[in-house]
């Protein structure tokens, strides 16, 4: 199969997360469920560029990028998002 590279994105995992529990991020793009997000349609907007949330959880994905469960409070859910989907927002 040779060199699989799914994204352009570079091998995250080597390094350590780019943001932390709890830090307060900005999407950087509009996000539409992918049909991982219960209870919405494909295609929906899940979050709209713009949109501020909290880092709530880190995960993997594909042994190769972290996901970051970012929970947008005025949504009232959580979405799950690549590091370069997201921004630091700044205190």
């Known amino acids: 199969m040779g060199d699989i590279n799914r994204n352009s994105d570079v091998m995250e995992l080597n390094g ?4 932390e529990y709890g830090q307060k ?3 950087r ?10 209870g919405r349609d494909i295609g929906d907007i899940l979050v709209k560029k ?6 709530s959880s880190i995960g993997t994905f594909l042994q190769q990028f ?4 970012v929970d947008f409070v005025t949504h ?14 700044e205190p």
């Open 16 to 19: 350590p997360p780019r943001f």
């Open 76 to 89: 009232g859910y959580q979405v799950g998002m690549k590091s370069r989907e997201l921004d630091p927002v």
């Open 50 to 55: 713009g949109d501020e949330g909290y880092v």
């Open 66 to 69: 972290y996901i970051y469960g």
């Open 25 to 27: 991020v900005r999407a």
């Open 29 to 38: 793009c509009t996000i539409r469920n992918d049909g991982t997000f219960p």
